[in-house]
T-cell receptor, first 110, second 113 residues
C-alpha cells in the first residue's frame, strides 16, 4: 500500500518554463489537495478537489492549474514558472478530516 | 486574529523534560482539531486528534479550551526522537467547505541530551 506518491521529488526550472506535478493515491479517497510550504508561512492550500472531475481554488491559486480526471490522480500545473513559486509542494488526500500527505516535491525556479 | 496561530518557538528542552505548546484559533464553530508532526524535510503526519475536551496517547496529551479558543499539546518525558515541528490544524477554520484544513505555522521542538 503506497499511500500518497508524488513525482518528481526534485525539479529545477527556469523562469517561464512549464511543468506538471503528479499526485497519486491508492486509498480511494474522494478529497485531494495541493499545498505549498515556505519558511515562516506554513502550509498554504493552492487548489483542492472534492471528487473526480471537480476542482476548486484554495488560498493561493494564482499561477497554478489543476486537473482531476481520475479519482486517484491530482495534477498540479505551472504554466509559466516564476521564482516566487520556488517552494516545497505537498499533495494530500482524505476521506474525512484526517489528511495523508505525499513526500513532497522540491521545486526551484531560477 | 489569524485563523490558526502558534508560537513558532524554537523550544529547546533536555531529554526527560515536559514541554507544552499552545495554539489559538478564530472560528468558534470549529468542532475538531488536530496536531500533526513534521520531521525535517519530510511530510506532515497526524499525531493526535481532539474531538472533545482532550485526548491522551502515551506521553502526549492534547487539550481543548473552547471558551478561550485554544488547543494545547503536552509532551511528557521528552525523547530525542520528539524533535520535530508540531503543526496545529483546524478544519474549516475560515468557515469553508468540508475536508479543508487550516495549518498553523508550526512550533519547532528540539530535544537535546
Amino acid at each position: 500500500n503506497a499511500g500518497v506518491t508524488q513525482t518528481p521529488k526534485f525539479r529545477v526550472l527556469k523562469t517561464g518554463q512549464s511543468m506538471t506535478l503528479l499526485c497519486a493515491q491508492d486509498m480511494n479517497h474522494e478529497y485531494m489537495y495541493w499545498y505549498r510550504q515556505d519558511p515562516g508561512m506554513g502550509l498554504r492550500l493552492i487548489h483542492y478537489s472534492v471528487g473526480e472531475g471537480t476542482t476548486a481554488k484554495g488560498e493561493v491559486p494564482d499561477g497554478y492549474n489543476v486537473s482531476r480526471l481520475k479519482k486517484q490522480n491530482f495534477l498540479l500545473g505551472l504554466e509559466s514558472a516564476a521564482p516566487s513559486q520556488t517552494s516545497v509542494y505537498f499533495c494530500a488526500s482524505s476521506s474525512h478530516y484526517e489528511q495523508y500527505f505525499g513526500p513532497g516535491t522540491r521545486l526551484t525556479v531560477t | 486574529r489569524k485563523e490558526v496561530e502558534q508560537d513558532p518557538g524554537p523550544f529547546n528542552v533536555p531529554e526527560g523534560a515536559t514541554v507544552a505548546f499552545n495554539c489559538t484559533y478564530s472560528n468558534s464553530a470549529s468542532q475538531s482539531f488536530f496536531w500533526y508532526r513534521q520531521d525535517c524535510r519530510k511530510e506532515p503526519k497526524l499525531l493526535m486528534s481532539v474531538y472533545s475536551s482532550g485526548n491522551e496517547d502515551g506521553r502526549f496529551t492534547a487539550q481543548l479550551n473552547r471558551a478561550s479558543q485554544y488547543i494545547s499539546l503536552l509532551i511528557r518525558d521528552s525523547k530525542l526522537s520528539d524533535s520535530a515541528t508540531y503543526l496545529c490544524v483546524v478544519p474549516n477554520a475560515g468557515g469553508t467547505s468540508y475536508g479543508k484544513l487550516t495549518f498553523g505555522q508550526g512550533t519547532i521542538l528540539t530535544v537535546h541530551p
